[in-house]
T-cell receptor, first 115, second 111 residues
């Protein structure tokens, strides 16, 4: 497809389980972002890649969160030992360049529910 | 990046203009105003951006005051599908840009 694709759309995890969320950005997009959105809140920045390099991971809430983009295209956000407070929608976005006024394109998100 | 202030919610009748305000009184000279919106169960979608001149595209118009301390996003003929949360973002020109969202304005368009 032409847009940013995220999978799965919905994930239910038992507390303590590890999860992996996938993002397929628009082909050729250099920049990739991950956000976490709690119910009723705006998206909160987690981490940012330029190609395969993770340039900013200041928003990752704990060391249980890990993101990678090994070949500069598909990215995976991994959450280890999930907790109830990790329940949120996880959004991925990509952008053609890392600078300038190009807009960011968002996927539909993965809704994670930790029970 | 400068902080923005938006009303938490607004409503508008279908077919009428929706005027969404944003206050960015600490904006600096090299910062642009961006607007995104997020329809329920979707990711945010870029709408428009501007520096100091008014801007218009197929989705909306952006009016920025002369002192640039505030702006208004105008949806000229709101439809039910415009019901969404609208985010106003201020960012520097150039360089690496990470969109940073506040809580936005929840716009409800009613019949």
């Amino acid at each position: 497809g032409a847009g940013v694709s995220q999978s799965p759309r919905y994930k239910v995890a038992k507390r303590g389980q590890d999860v992996a969320l996938r993002c397929d950005p628009i082909s050729g997009h250099v920049s990739l972002f991950w956000y976490q959105q709690a119910l009723g809140q705006g998206p909160e920045f987690l981490t940012y890649f330029q190609n395969e390099a993770q340039l900013d991971k200041s928003g990752l809430p704990s060391d249980r969160f890990f993101a990678e983009r090994p070949e500069g295209s598909v990215s995976t956000l991994k959450i280890q030992r999930t907790q109830q407070e990790d329940s949120a929608v996880y959004l991925c976005a990509s952008r053609p360049q890392w600078t300038g006024h190009t807009e960011a394109f968002f996927g539909q998100g993965t809704r994670l529910t930790v029970v | 990046d400068a902080k923005t202030t938006q009303p938490p919610s607004m409503d508008c009748a279908e077919g009428r203009a929706a005027n969404l305000p944003c206050n960015h009184s600490t904006i600096s000279g090299n910062e642009y105003v961006y607007w995104y919106r997020q329809i329920h169960s979707q990711g945010p979608q870029y709408i428009i951006h501007g520096l100091k001149n008014n801007e218009t595209n197929e989705m909306a118009s952006l009016i920025i005051t002369e002192d640039r301390k505030s702006s208004t996003l105008i949806l000229p003929h709101a439809t039910l599908r415009d019901t969404a949360v609208y985010y106003c973002i201020v960012r520097i020109s150039g360089g690496s840009y990470i969109p940073t969202f506040g809580r936005g304005t929840s716009l409800i368009v009613h019949p």
